[in-house]
């Protein structure tokens, strides 16, 4: 097939994350099975196996991206459309079968890095127009609580199909920290709330000892900065040499999230063998087995007193700890992309 994604961002984004790399890695498992791949998004892009086209910035890619399709890829036997809060309603620029990859819905998280008017904009499109206009779409959800809140949105469920997406264990190397050494991995962006597991921090850090390490780059880097108390290490951007090191020492992942679409970071978390301690959200419920690869908590207190008590309890953390490494065994990208070809052979043959 030919095959094109439409997509907010390329994996060479300063601001990539999850999302580009299941993009990267869908893009580039079905180019190997023989179908034909290109890619238009918003710039900055690299160099990949499939062809990339830059569609313009932030927002003009929107206007953009039917320009640049009929320009240089039109006639593509499925059109994926990935939806990052705003999809690129696809369906009303093109006539090739669309697939719709959701990866979480964003209602909550409009309000914390817009404004009011363009919070109650981006709503509006993807409460509403987003299940109008894809009503003949094929949507792929990476959890079943993003199917679950499609279908909340008016998506008929016989139109979702959930595909949880692969895991690539990352190169783990040196020992396990002697003293508890917990890390937080992932994007600093607000609705991970890594400001939240600072402050608890202070809590926990009285009763367990040991440091917290901060991994990972985004714009409130700074302000956790301010925020850091004793014992916390911002490390930055870690490539994944970095990486495993920091996973191949900690004894916990701290996962604050607000929600997730799947949680890419507790199942690299999980490979290494590092149970985690989040919060019972959207997302993380599916990639954490609650009391088996990890806690969920309901709330703050219960969040403190799990951390505090699997930092004490070395043979509940390392069951949870062989638990997950097997788990996240079975969350392969060959799965992952043979599940994925077959909704979109669904979608054209629909």
């Not at 994604?5 to 984004?13: E, P």
């Not at 062809?51 to 009929?70: E, F, H, N």
């Not at 939806?83 to 990866?103: A, D, K, T, Y």
């Amino acid at each position: 097939m030919r095959i094109v994604f439409v997509s907010w961002r390329d994996l060479a984004h300063p601001q990539a994350g999850g999302s580009e790399v299941v993009l990267d890695q869908l893009a580039t498992g079905l180019q190997a099975r023989g179908h034909e791949v290109a890619l238009l998004c918003g710039g900055p892009v690299g160099a990949r196996p499939y062809p990339v086209l830059a569609t313009g910035g932030t927002y003009s890619q929107y206007m953009r991206a039917p320009i640049s399709y009929w320009s240089h890829l039109r006639g593509a036997d499925v059109v994926v459309d990935v939806e990052n809060g705003i999809p690129f309603f696809s369906p009303l620029w093109q006539r090739s079968p669309v697939v719709c990859l959701v990866h979480h819905i964003h209602t909550e998280q409009w309000a914390t890095q817009f404004s009011a008017p363009l919070a109650a904009t981006g709503r509006w499109l993807e409460g509403r127009a987003m299940p109008c206009v894809y009503r003949r779409a094929q949507f792929v959800a990476v959890s079943a609580s993003t199917q679950r809140r499609l279908v909340a949105l008016g998506v008929p469920e016989s139109r979702v199909r959930t595909i949880e997406m692969g895991c690539d264990p990352v190169p783990v190397s040196g020992p396990r920290s002697q003293t508890p050494r917990f890390v937080v991995l992932g994007r600093l962006v607000p609705h991970k709330r890594v400001g939240l597991a600072l402050r608890l921090w202070e809590q926990v850090r009285p009763r367990t000892g040991g440091t917290l390490v901060v991994a990972g780059d985004g714009p409130e880097r700074e302000r956790l900065r301010e925020l850091a108390g004793s014992n916390v290490e911002l490390t930055g951007y870690v490539d994944p040499v970095r990486k495993g090191r920091e996973l191949g020492a900690a004894w916990l992942l701290v996962h604050p999230a607000h929600h997730e679409g799947w949680g890419t970071v507790v199942m690299e978390a999980a490979a290494a063998g590092v149970p985690t301690v989040a919060f019972d959200v959207e997302g993380v419920r599916d990639s954490v087995v609650a009391g088996v690869t990890g806690v969920l908590a309901p709330d703050e207190h219960v969040f403190v007193e799990e951390w505090v008590r699997l930092t004490a309890d070395t043979a509940a953390r390392t069951a949870m700890a062989e638990a997950a490494r097997q788990r996240a065994g079975g969350f392969t990208w060959e799965r992952a992309i043979g599940e994925f070809e077959a909704a979109m052979r669904d979608a054209v043959e629909r």
